[in-house]
């Protein structure tokens, strides 16, 4: 997961006006307990975090099998599912979070080129 960020990525950061350098994120993913998917999930996104939102971000990670109630309450479907709350709007990803170029026009970082 340890890519280095290519011209275009950062090129797509700067021109997608990536919120100021004090914009926080509110991450919250849900995981199955510790299979290879969620460990997957939870280093990749670790990764992008550190590397794109260093002491900008909050992340929570949620086990649904500890927490199942959540499930029902999030209204989550599938697993793992990483939810933005801010900034908004919301947005939800699925999936292991290994690709790092719709992780980040997930969190809003980068718009996709036309």
Do not use: F
């Not at 990536?18 to 280093?43: C, D, F, M, N, Q």
């Not at 499930?71 to 709007?89: E, N």
Request: overall charge positive; aromatic content about 4%; hydrophobic content about 40%.
């Amino acid at each position: 997961m340890a890519q280095k960020k290519s011209r275009s990525t950062l090129g797509r950061l700067k021109s997608a006006g990536a919120g100021p350098e004090t914009e926080r994120y509110v991450l919250k993913l849900y995981v199955t307990g510790a299979t290879e998917r969620s460990l997957r999930a939870i280093a990749n996104l670790k990764a992008v975090c550190e590397q794109y939102l260093k002491g900008r971000y909050h992340l929570d990670v949620v086990d649904i099998y500890r927490r199942p109630a959540l499930l029902r309450r999030d209204q989550i479907v599938a697993v793992p599912t990483l939810v933005k709350r801010l900034p908004v709007p919301l947005r939800l990803l699925v999936g292991d979070l290994s690709r790092t170029e719709q992780v980040l026009e997930g969190l809003g970082l980068v718009v996709r080129p036309a």
